[in-house]
């Protein structure tokens, strides 16, 4: 009939119930150091239906990089929908892990006197997020002011973090007041306590025998001999070493290293030949098969190898436990080189900060003074030394290189100034290898091989070495192959920075100054005045820089002489100037290069460039 229904609607929603879901980027616990810089990760977020959620994640909390402390983020969002995603958090920890940095104040090492107040010098610390935190500082150790000895004092700290410092320590040496014992060789007596003049010591052995402390001093009378050898075997310090010196007035106490032969015979008259009884026991270190030294009078014997050799005054020859000589006359002062040295210094026996002066040594049958490996810090003055080791003008050569009056083995700092040093069977000074070591206003002459010798070693590096104020010379009557001063390399290691000025050096049967070895580097020769030497200057082999100035060379010795010569060493990075080098006679060859000879500085100039302001 056409009717029609009413209509009805039905109604779809099409909703979105399905929360977001965010996740960390990185880690959801961070530890930063304090004082960085935090750069937050952040979060990414994922929806059914919203796709670029991230823009609109909430984060709550802060991050302060600069306090310590546990900091918690809170990520948070809701979708388009309404339906807000289950909160994330990240902790953050900013923490500390940096050490402070402990300082001590004032020296590390110390030396008071015994029953003298102490007042510790403290030390400071700094942290990189405490700052200051001195008062935080503990100190374990103490210091016995009444007990001589040796105190070490810890310190230590930690930050509020509880990161420790490197602990640092310092040592404090309580020492005697200065001790100073008396040594007398004729009135004496080793049950003496040796602390006053009137009551001394009477021997060497009873000073070798006792344990010298820091700031001791040890004096031998004046006009006393001692046929012993002196052992320094404790350490002084700095501020308090220990001093072996003299006494009383007149002459300097002696150290005598022979022993006199009694007992003589004629063994045939015919040849002026006597013997007496010896039996040879070695000294230690170094061993001597049979008796290597002989005085007559004083005055260094000429060792011969068999009884033929015995022609002439001084010729000896020991065999069988027998000491046989040549003498028109009986014998009445022959002595025998019986101990190596006068004063020894075993390698490193840690004998450092140690003074001898005044002293006179002699008759040695090896070297007056040796100090041995890494004893450093010695004072060696106004000593006498003199007629140690045989020297090489005797028939079987001997050990001439090795005989040095005063040997320094590896040692740096030392000091020797003043001393008197002739007839010794090497160098009168010698040092071998260490640094910053001086010699200086010494008088030597009449040695073997060379007046001062400095040479490279490989027991320590060389370097910044002094010899300066010296007078070296050889009497004409002597007839030593003798050098002035040498500074040398020993093929491997170098000897560098090497200063010498101030010498006065004459007479030299072979080099007045010479440096030699490709690494003998950057020496200076300053102000020196060289004459009548074989050659006055000499660079052997010198392929490093060197300086050359102010010095005077002369010579009025006939024949090939040149003051100044060059020996296989190039020209560059070498300077000569401001010299005055002269030379009279009947061959005028002043300098040298190589093997070309010139009479005069022109042609030299004009090929070296040197001397451009010299005479």
Same mark, same amino acid.
């Given at each position: 009939?056409?009717?029609?229904? $009413?209509?009805?609607?039905?109604?779809?929603?099409?909703?979105?119930?399905?929360?977001?879901?965010?996740?960390?980027?990185?880690?959801?616990?961070?530890?930063?150091?304090?004082?960085?810089?935090? $750069?937050?990760?952040?979060?990414?977020?994922?929806?059914?239906?919203?796709?670029?959620?991230?823009?609109?994640?909430?984060?709550?909390?802060?991050?302060?990089?600069?306090?310590?402390?546990?900091?918690? #983020?809170?990520?948070? @969002?809701?979708?388009?929908?309404?339906?807000?995603?289950?909160?994330?958090?990240?902790?953050?920890?900013?923490?500390?892990?940096?050490?402070?940095?402990?300082?001590?104040?004032?020296?590390?090492?110390?030396?008071?006197?015994?029953?003298?107040?102490?007042?510790?010098?403290?030390?400071?610390?700094?942290?990189?997020?405490?700052?200051?935190?001195?008062?935080?500082?503990?100190?374990?150790?103490?210091?016995?002011?009444?007990?001589?000895?040796?105190?070490?004092?810890?310190?230590?700290?930690?930050?509020?973090?509880?990161?420790?410092?490197?602990?640092?320590?310092?040592?404090?040496?309580?020492?005697?007041?200065?001790?100073?014992?008396? @040594?007398?060789?004729?009135?004496?007596?080793?049950?003496? %306590?040796?602390?006053?003049?009137?009551?001394?010591?009477?021997?060497?052995?009873?000073?070798?025998?006792?344990? &010298?402390?820091?700031?001791?001093?040890?004096?031998?009378?004046?006009? *006393?001999?001692?046929?012993?050898? &002196?052992?320094?075997?404790? $350490?002084?310090?700095?501020?308090?070493?220990?001093?072996?010196?003299?006494?009383?007035?007149?002459?300097?106490?002696?150290?005598?290293?022979?022993?006199?032969?009694?007992?003589?015979? &004629?063994?045939?008259?015919?040849?002026?030949?006597?013997?007496?009884?010896?039996?040879?026991?070695?000294? =230690?270190?170094?061993?001597?098969?049979?008796?290597?030294?002989?005085?007559?009078?004083?005055?260094?014997?000429?060792?011969?190898?068999?009884?033929?050799?015995?022609?002439?005054?001084?010729?000896?020859?020991?065999?069988?436990?027998?000491?046989?000589?040549?003498?028109?006359?009986?014998?009445?002062?022959?002595?025998?080189?019986?101990?190596?040295? *006068?004063?020894?210094? =075993?390698?490193?026996?840690?004998?450092?900060?140690?003074?001898?002066?005044?002293?006179?040594?002699?008759?040695?049958?090896?070297?007056?003074?040796?100090?041995?490996?890494?004893?450093?810090?010695?004072?060696?003055?106004?000593?006498?030394?003199?007629?140690?080791?045989?020297?090489?003008?005797?028939?079987?050569?001997?050990?001439?290189?090795?005989?040095?009056?005063? =040997?320094?083995?590896?040692?740096?700092?030392?000091?020797?100034? *003043?001393? +008197?040093?002739?007839?010794?069977?090497?160098?009168?000074?010698? /040092?071998?290898?260490? $640094?910053?070591?001086?010699?200086?206003?010494?008088?030597?002459?009449?040695?073997?091989?060379?007046?001062?010798?400095?040479?490279?070693?490989?027991?320590?590096?060389?370097?910044?070495?002094? /010899?300066?104020?010296?007078?070296?010379?050889?009497?004409?009557?002597?007839?030593?192959?003798?050098? *002035?001063?040498?500074?040398?390399?020993?093929?491997?290691?170098?000897?560098?920075?090497?200063?010498?000025?101030?010498?006065?050096?004459?007479?030299?049967?072979?080099?007045?100054?010479? #440096?030699?070895?490709?690494?003998?580097?950057?020496?200076?020769?300053?102000?020196? +005045?060289?004459?009548?030497?074989?050659?006055?200057?000499?660079?052997?082999? @010198?392929?490093?820089?060197?300086?050359?100035?102010?010095?005077?060379?002369?010579?009025?010795?006939?024949?090939?002489?040149?003051?100044?010569?060059?020996?296989?060493?190039?020209?560059?990075?070498?300077?000569?100037?401001?010299?005055?080098? +002269?030379?009279?006679?009947?061959?005028?060859?002043?300098?040298?290069?190589?093997? =070309?000879?010139?009479? %005069?500085?022109?042609?030299?100039?004009?090929?070296?460039?040197?001397?451009?302001?010299? &005479?």
């Amino acid at each position: 009939a056409g009717n029609s229904a $009413s209509p009805i609607t039905r109604t779809v929603r099409v909703v979105d119930t399905v929360a977001p879901v965010i996740s960390l980027n990185g880690e959801t616990n961070m530890t930063i150091a304090v004082g960085s810089t935090f $750069s937050d990760p952040g979060a990414t977020v994922t929806d059914n239906y919203d796709f670029n959620l991230a823009p609109a994640t909430e984060k709550s909390g802060s991050v302060n990089a600069n306090k310590l402390g546990t900091y918690t #983020l809170t990520y948070s @969002v809701t979708d388009s929908s309404g339906n807000p995603a289950a909160p994330v958090t990240r902790t953050v920890h900013v923490v500390d892990t940096v050490k402070p940095v402990l300082t001590l104040l004032g020296n590390a090492s110390i030396s008071i006197m015994q029953n003298t107040a102490f007042t510790e010098p403290g030390a400071s610390a700094t942290d990189n997020y405490d700052g200051d935190i001195t008062s935080a500082i503990t100190v374990a150790g103490s210091v016995n002011v009444s007990v001589p000895g040796t105190y070490t004092l810890t310190y230590n700290v930690a930050d509020s973090s509880g990161n420790s410092a490197a602990s640092v320590t310092r040592t404090v040496t309580v020492v005697r007041p200065l001790d100073t014992f008396y @040594v007398d060789s004729a009135l004496g007596a080793d049950t003496n %306590d040796g602390r006053t003049a009137d009551k001394p010591w009477r021997t060497v052995a009873k000073v070798n025998g006792t344990a &010298l402390t820091p700031g001791t001093t040890v004096l031998f009378k004046r006009g *006393g001999f001692w046929r012993d050898q &002196l052992n320094v075997t404790k $350490s002084g310090t700095a501020a308090a070493p220990i001093t072996y010196g003299a006494y009383g007035t007149g002459a300097a106490p002696v150290f005598c290293g022979s022993d006199r032969v009694t007992g003589w015979t &004629l063994h045939d008259a015919a040849k002026n030949i006597w013997k007496a009884p010896y039996t040879w026991e070695s000294p =230690a270190l170094p061993y001597f098969a049979t008796v290597d030294l002989v005085f007559f009078n004083g005055e260094v014997g000429v060792k011969r190898t068999s009884m033929e050799g015995l022609v002439a005054e001084r010729n000896w020859f020991h065999t069988s436990n027998t000491l046989y000589v040549y003498a028109a006359a009986a014998p009445t002062s022959v002595e025998v080189g019986k101990r190596n040295y *006068g004063v020894y210094a =075993a390698d490193k026996t840690g004998a450092q900060y140690i003074v001898i002066q005044d002293l006179e040594i002699k008759n040695a049958n090896y070297k007056s003074i040796m100090v041995g490996s890494d004893n450093h810090n010695w004072t060696i003055k106004n000593v006498v030394a003199h007629r140690n080791g045989r020297r090489e003008d005797i028939e079987d050569g001997g050990r001439s290189n090795d005989r040095s009056a005063i =040997a320094v083995r590896g040692c740096d700092n030392a000091l020797i100034s *003043g001393c +008197t040093i002739y007839l010794a069977g090497s160098s009168g000074v010698q /040092i071998t290898g260490g $640094s910053n070591n001086t010699v200086e206003k010494c008088t030597i002459y009449d040695t073997q091989n060379s007046g001062v010798y400095l040479k490279a070693s490989s027991l320590r590096p060389c370097q910044n070495n002094i /010899i300066r104020y010296n007078t070296i010379y050889l009497r004409p009557q002597t007839l030593n192959g003798m050098n *002035g001063i040498v500074v040398s390399d020993d093929g491997t290691n170098a000897v560098r920075d090497t200063r010498i000025y101030g010498n006065i050096i004459n007479n030299i049967s072979e080099n007045g100054i010479l #440096l030699y070895g490709p690494n003998n580097q950057n020496a200076g020769i300053y102000n020196n +005045t060289a004459y009548n030497c074989h050659r006055c200057y000499v660079l052997t082999n @010198v392929q490093s820089a060197a300086t050359i100035l102010n010095n005077i060379g002369a010579t009025n010795k006939d024949g090939w002489h040149p003051v100044f010569s060059l020996d296989n060493t190039p020209i560059q990075n070498k300077i000569v100037d401001y010299n005055v080098w +002269t030379k009279s006679g009947a061959d005028t060859s002043v300098v040298q290069n190589g093997f =070309a000879i010139y009479k %005069d500085l022109v042609i030299w100039r004009a090929t070296t460039g040197f001397d451009t302001h010299s &005479l």
